[in-house]
């Protein structure tokens, strides 16, 4: 039985390889002069924060839970790829993403083990406290991670093949680097899309919005936040990882607060409501930035306006203000039910937990 | 059909909010097929039983029995995995995800899905029918696109029955499932539930404000008051016992 969300699904799909084709012609068209690497550049840099943009949003979109501190999972993945090389030598990349997939869950099944004990406010609070121990961590272990220097990272062979050794740096990444992270990108949006429309992410959604009638179902609540913690963290991780090679440095500003908030706004602005949502995000929020950065050196402060205006006007991002737009414009040539307004979960599920808490 | 071996029973069931007697020593049995009523004023425990049942709070006292094993202890989950269900007095459902959604889910916990991560969820087609199915046997088949918070208030009450039933129970619980809709809604709400709980052998504790309801539907009224059974008998018995006129007829006109 075709039903219509299969062929919903269907077209979905077909959207994201138009995307990723679309991508994957960003090279020819530097070549072409049709842009500049500059923005091939930027490119990378919003593919790297869409991945933990959709990570991310399991939690927050799917499960109702702010994390504040994303920046512990990215830093750990970008720390592991800058500093493994002292141990076991240079290596392939994939050898230090591994690395740093291992190290990225190990940090997240700890610190998710304590988190979601919590919700609302206080989840957020605690993932915040938590990031900050790493990014003390690393300020205290400067002998290995050269404490607020940070660490310089070399281009490294992909798929065993030293590109690096023959490629000047600015020539390795925008062409081999860059469809290496294209690749990684697409298979994170395969598995990150599978979760999330699979019955674990159907789980997940049943948690985030009625957490006692979940439970009287019979699923682990605790449990399955924990796990979509830790797959949350992994994919954080490994952006981290892509990032090191590409930014070429690591420092302890990506384990900062404030680039946790970097990745909440990412999922903010493009609509958290959407998978989409964090890619949109997270390309606009790049080069935005880039661009604030040229003209003021309050760009943190207009972004910032930037969020609150938005949370004002669009409570669903981007996503949301466009699927509405799409929406009118559609019911002007034929009559459609209008699609279900999204709602942030973060407020209405401050309602849910304290009804959960006594039911009367 | 009551004298059938209960499948479920209490022993003098106890549990104290500090002063308040909530429940205060509640000896309760129901048998499969059987559609017991559980009546009573507010306050008087309805809902505290189903909670101290369902695990949602430990007795103070008493224990539990379900297919003759004590399962006082039993965990909330354990609890549902045997088969004893619950709906809400206050509906409680997934309000963002649509009606087909609320009970699916319900459905692939049944079945120990709910932690594939790598399939998607449409790809379950037994699964889905299933809920469709569910969904049709509670007259809510229209509305399988429809997101819960979109129903109104009957078919709320309905598809939050729906979800408890999808968990295919022997014991279904069901607090207050026509509480906030007409009168008219609520016979719609009972010709739904009652049939498709009678079909399935489910035994089946209802509780319930509204008379005609409770005498009309029900083969068994329990009468509690004050966190104690104050009565019980075939509905007909009930209906003209004095003392239960006295002390609820009364309370339970201007009832919720
Ligand atoms: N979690 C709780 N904490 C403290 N007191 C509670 C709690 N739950 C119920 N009570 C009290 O226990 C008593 C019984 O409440 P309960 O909700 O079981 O009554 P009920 O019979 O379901 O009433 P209604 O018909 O209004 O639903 C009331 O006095 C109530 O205030
Ligand atoms: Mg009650």
Redesign the interface.
């Given at each position: 039985?075709p039903?219509?969300?299969?062929k919903q699904?269907r077209n979905k799909i077909i959207g994201y390889l138009i995307f990723l084709l679309v991508l994957a012609l960003i090279p020819l068209f530097v070549r072409a002069g049709i842009i500049t690497e500059f923005v091939q550049n930027l490119l990378m840099y919003s593919i790297i924060f869409a991945i933990a943009g959709l990570a991310f949003n399991i939690l927050l979109g799917y499960s109702g839970l702010l994390s504040f501190g994303h920046a512990a999972y990215f830093a750990v993945g970008a720390y592991t790829v800058a500093l493994a090389p002292q141990f076991i030598g240079e290596t392939s990349f994939e050898v230090l993403i591994l690395l740093a997939l291992a190290a990225s869950a190990i940090v997240s099944m700890a610190f998710g083990y304590i988190a979601v004990r919590l919700t609302r406010i206080f989840f957020a609070i605690m993932t915040l406290a938590l990031t900050q121990l790493v990014w003390a961590l690393i300020l205290k272990l400067y002998w290995y991670t050269g404490g607020s220097d940070g660490v310089n990272v070399k281009a490294k062979p992909l798929l065993g093949i030293p590109f690096n050794e023959f490629m000047s740096r600015p020539e390795y990444l925008n062409t081999v680097f860059y469809y290496y992270l294209l690749g990684i990108f697409a298979i994170s949006l395969f598995i990150i899309w599978?979760?999330v429309?699979?019955?674990?992410?159907?789980?997940l959604?049943?948690t985030?919005?009625?957490e006692?009638?979940?439970?009287?179902?019979?699923?682990?609540v605790r449990l399955?936040r924990w796990?979509a913690f830790i797959?949350s963290g992994v994919f954080t991780g490994l952006a981290g990882a892509l990032f090191a090679v590409l930014n070429g440095h690591v420092t302890p500003e990506q384990a900062d607060w404030i680039f946790s908030g970097d990745i909440v706004f990412v999922a903010v602005l493009g609509g958290f409501r959407f998978f989409e949502g964090p890619i949109l995000g997270s390309i606009i929020f790049i080069f935005v930035r880039q661009y604030a950065m040229g003209y003021t050196i309050f760009w943190r402060l207009i972004l910032g306006s930037v969020l609150i205006v938005l949370i004002l006007a669009f409570p669903s991002g981007i996503m949301g203000a466009l699927n509405s737009i799409a929406n009118r414009i559609r019911a002007g040539s034929r009559i459609l039910p209008a699609a279900?307004t999204?709602?942030p979960?973060a407020i209405?599920d401050i309602k849910h937990h304290q009804?959960g808490g006594r039911?009367? | 059909m009551s004298s059938q071996e209960p499948i479920l029973y209490t022993v003098d069931l106890k549990k104290y909010f500090g002063e308040v007697r909530a429940v205060d020593g509640v000896s309760f049995k129901i048998s499969p097929g059987e559609v017991v009523a559980l009546i009573g004023p507010n306050g008087a425990g309805k809902?505290t039983f189903v909670?101290v049942i369902?695990g949602?709070f430990n007795p103070d006292a008493g224990k539990i029995y379900y297919q003759g094993k004590d399962i006082t202890k039993a965990s909330?989950?354990k609890k549902?995995?045997m088969g004893i269900?619950?709906s809400?007095?206050?509906v409680?459902?997934?309000?963002?995800?649509t009606a087909l959604?609320n009970v699916?889910?319900?459905v692939?916990?049944?079945l120990g899905?709910?932690?594939?991560?790598?399939?998607?969820?449409?790809r379950?087609?037994d699964?889905?029918s299933e809920a469709l199915e569910i969904l049709a046997s509670f007259g809510l088949e229209e509305k399988a696109?429809v997101?819960a918070?979109?129903l109104p208030q009957g078919e709320r009450k309905l598809l939050d029955v729906a979800?408890?039933f999808?968990?295919r129970p022997r014991v279904l619980l069901l607090d207050e499932p026509t509480s906030g809709v007409s009168s008219k809604d609520k016979h719609t709400i009972m010709e739904r539930i009652v049939p498709t709980v009678r079909n399935e052998k489910i035994a089946t504790m209802i509780i319930e404000h509204d008379m005609d309801i409770v005498f009309g539907y029900s083969d068994r009224v329990v009468v509690m008051y004050d966190g104690k059974i104050l009565a019980e008998g075939k509905p007909e018995e009930i209906r003209q016992s004095r003392e239960v006129q006295e002390k609820l007829l009364g309370v339970t006109a201007g009832a919720s």
């Amino acid at each position: 039985m075709p039903s219509h969300a299969s062929k919903q699904v269907r077209n979905k799909i077909i959207g994201y390889l138009i995307f990723l084709l679309v991508l994957a012609l960003i090279p020819l068209f530097v070549r072409a002069g049709i842009i500049t690497e500059f923005v091939q550049n930027l490119l990378m840099y919003s593919i790297i924060f869409a991945i933990a943009g959709l990570a991310f949003n399991i939690l927050l979109g799917y499960s109702g839970l702010l994390s504040f501190g994303h920046a512990a999972y990215f830093a750990v993945g970008a720390y592991t790829v800058a500093l493994a090389p002292q141990f076991i030598g240079e290596t392939s990349f994939e050898v230090l993403i591994l690395l740093a997939l291992a190290a990225s869950a190990i940090v997240s099944m700890a610190f998710g083990y304590i988190a979601v004990r919590l919700t609302r406010i206080f989840f957020a609070i605690m993932t915040l406290a938590l990031t900050q121990l790493v990014w003390a961590l690393i300020l205290k272990l400067y002998w290995y991670t050269g404490g607020s220097d940070g660490v310089n990272v070399k281009a490294k062979p992909l798929l065993g093949i030293p590109f690096n050794e023959f490629m000047s740096r600015p020539e390795y990444l925008n062409t081999v680097f860059y469809y290496y992270l294209l690749g990684i990108f697409a298979i994170s949006l395969f598995i990150i899309w599978l979760v999330v429309n699979s019955p674990f992410g159907r789980a997940l959604l049943a948690t985030r919005d009625n957490e006692t009638r979940a439970e009287f179902v019979g699923i682990r609540v605790r449990l399955y936040r924990w796990y979509a913690f830790i797959i949350s963290g992994v994919f954080t991780g490994l952006a981290g990882a892509l990032f090191a090679v590409l930014n070429g440095h690591v420092t302890p500003e990506q384990a900062d607060w404030i680039f946790s908030g970097d990745i909440v706004f990412v999922a903010v602005l493009g609509g958290f409501r959407f998978f989409e949502g964090p890619i949109l995000g997270s390309i606009i929020f790049i080069f935005v930035r880039q661009y604030a950065m040229g003209y003021t050196i309050f760009w943190r402060l207009i972004l910032g306006s930037v969020l609150i205006v938005l949370i004002l006007a669009f409570p669903s991002g981007i996503m949301g203000a466009l699927n509405s737009i799409a929406n009118r414009i559609r019911a002007g040539s034929r009559i459609l039910p209008a699609a279900p307004t999204p709602t942030p979960t973060a407020i209405t599920d401050i309602k849910h937990h304290q009804e959960g808490g006594r039911e009367k | 059909m009551s004298s059938q071996e209960p499948i479920l029973y209490t022993v003098d069931l106890k549990k104290y909010f500090g002063e308040v007697r909530a429940v205060d020593g509640v000896s309760f049995k129901i048998s499969p097929g059987e559609v017991v009523a559980l009546i009573g004023p507010n306050g008087a425990g309805k809902t505290t039983f189903v909670n101290v049942i369902t695990g949602y709070f430990n007795p103070d006292a008493g224990k539990i029995y379900y297919q003759g094993k004590d399962i006082t202890k039993a965990s909330r989950i354990k609890k549902i995995r045997m088969g004893i269900a619950r709906s809400f007095q206050l509906v409680n459902l997934y309000d963002e995800l649509t009606a087909l959604d609320n009970v699916r889910i319900a459905v692939l916990s049944r079945l120990g899905k709910t932690s594939i991560f790598w399939k998607p969820v449409e790809r379950f087609d037994d699964v889905r029918s299933e809920a469709l199915e569910i969904l049709a046997s509670f007259g809510l088949e229209e509305k399988a696109e429809v997101p819960a918070k979109a129903l109104p208030q009957g078919e709320r009450k309905l598809l939050d029955v729906a979800v408890a039933f999808a968990l295919r129970p022997r014991v279904l619980l069901l607090d207050e499932p026509t509480s906030g809709v007409s009168s008219k809604d609520k016979h719609t709400i009972m010709e739904r539930i009652v049939p498709t709980v009678r079909n399935e052998k489910i035994a089946t504790m209802i509780i319930e404000h509204d008379m005609d309801i409770v005498f009309g539907y029900s083969d068994r009224v329990v009468v509690m008051y004050d966190g104690k059974i104050l009565a019980e008998g075939k509905p007909e018995e009930i209906r003209q016992s004095r003392e239960v006129q006295e002390k609820l007829l009364g309370v339970t006109a201007g009832a919720s």
